[in-house]
C-alpha cells in the first residue's frame, strides 16, 4: 500500500509564499506522473498542477499559472511545489497523488492565506 506524506503548510500573508513536499513510500513514484491537488470546503478535490515522471513537462491550472512550481526528485520520491504571490484564494488543504488518482490520499496538508 502506497502511502503519501504531505508537509510544508501553514499560515501566511497575502504575497508571501510556501514550499509544500510530498514523500512516497515507494520507488515506482519514479514511474508515474504525478500532481497536486487541492480542496476547501463544500468544493470538489482540483488539480492544480501536473508533472511528467521524467519532470520534462509540467502544466498548471489557469489560477495558479506562473505563481506555482511543481518539480519533483525521484531519488527522494519527493514532489514539490513552490507557491509564491499567494492569495487568500489560495487556502485549502493540499495533497499530492498520480494522474489520475491511483493511490488512497494523504492526510494533506493545510495552506492558510490571510489578506
Known amino acids: 500500500q502506497v502511502q503519501l506524506v504531505e508537509s510544508g503548510g501553514g499560515l501566511v500573508q497575502a504575497g508571501g509564499s510556501l514550499r509544500l513536499s510530498c514523500t512516497s513510500s515507494?520507488?515506482?513514484?519514479?514511474?508515474?506522473?504525478m500532481g497536486w491537488y487541492r480542496q476547501t470546503p463544500g468544493k470538489e478535490r482540483e488539480l492544480v498542477a501536473r508533472?511528467?515522471?521524467?519532470?520534462?513537462?509540467?502544466n498548471y491550472a489557469d489560477s495558479v499559472k506562473g505563481r506555482f512550481t511543481i518539480s519533483r526528485d525521484n531519488s527522494k520520491f519527493t514532489l514539490y511545489l513552490q507557491m509564491s504571490s499567494l492569495k487568500p484564494e489560495d487556502t485549502a488543504v493540499y495533497y499530492c497523488?498520480?494522474?489520475?488518482?491511483?493511490?488512497?490520499w494523504g492526510q494533506g496538508t493545510e495552506v492558510t492565506v490571510s489578506s
Open positions: 497523488n498520480t494522474i489520475p488518482q491511483s493511490y488512497h
Open positions: 515507494e520507488s515506482i513514484f519514479r514511474f508515474k506522473t
Open positions: 508533472i511528467s515522471p521524467s519532470a520534462t513537462s509540467t
